[in-house]
C-alpha cells in the first residue's frame, strides 16, 4: 500500500526554481510531521526541511533562505519549493510522513539535478 508520493524533480539551471510535492496516504493527516530529506551520491542522507503539525517550520542550514515548506491539511499534501537552486542541491529528495513510531512513511524519492 503506498503511502507517500512526491511529485515535482526535473532538471533546472543553476539559480532556477522547482517545487517539490509529497502528498500523503494517511489518516488524520493534520497531526503528522512532515520531513524533506535529500540523498546525493556517496553521501548520506540529510534532513532538508521540516513541518510540523502546527505549521512550524525547521531547515538544513544551507537551504535556509531559499528552500521554504509547507502545507496544506484539506490535500493531505506538503510542498516544498526551491529557489536559487545550486549544483550542490543535486539529489533524491525523500518525504517522510510521521503520526508516531508505527505509521512512519516513507515516498520513493524524486530526482532533482542542478546543472547547466
Known amino acids: 500500500q503506498v503511502h507517500v508520493v512526491e511529485l515535482g524533480g526535473g532538471l533546472v539551471q543553476p539559480g532556477g526554481s522547482l517545487r517539490l510535492s509529497c502528498v500523503c496516504f494517511?489518516?488524520?493527516?493534520?497531526?503528522?510531521?512532515v520531513d524533506w530529506h535529500r540523498q546525493a551520491p556517496g553521501k548520506e542522507r540529510e534532513l532538508v526541511a521540516r513541518?510540523?503539525?502546527?505549521?512550524?517550520?525547521n531547515y538544513l542550514d544551507s537551504v535556509k533562505g531559499r528552500f521554504t515548506i509547507s502545507r496544506d491539511n484539506a490535500k493531505n499534501t506538503v510542498s516544498l519549493q526551491m529557489n536559487n537552486l545550486k549544483p550542490e542541491d543535486t539529489a533524491i529528495y525523500l518525504c517522510?510522513?510521521?503520526?508516531?513510531?508505527?505509521?512512519?512513511?516513507w515516498g520513493l524519492g524524486t530526482q532533482v539535478t542542478v546543472s547547466s
Open positions: 494517511v489518516d488524520m493527516f493534520n497531526l503528522a510531521v
Open positions: 517522510n510522513c510521521k503520526l508516531n513510531l508505527v505509521n512512519d512513511y
Open positions: 513541518i510540523s503539525n502546527v505549521g512550524n517550520a
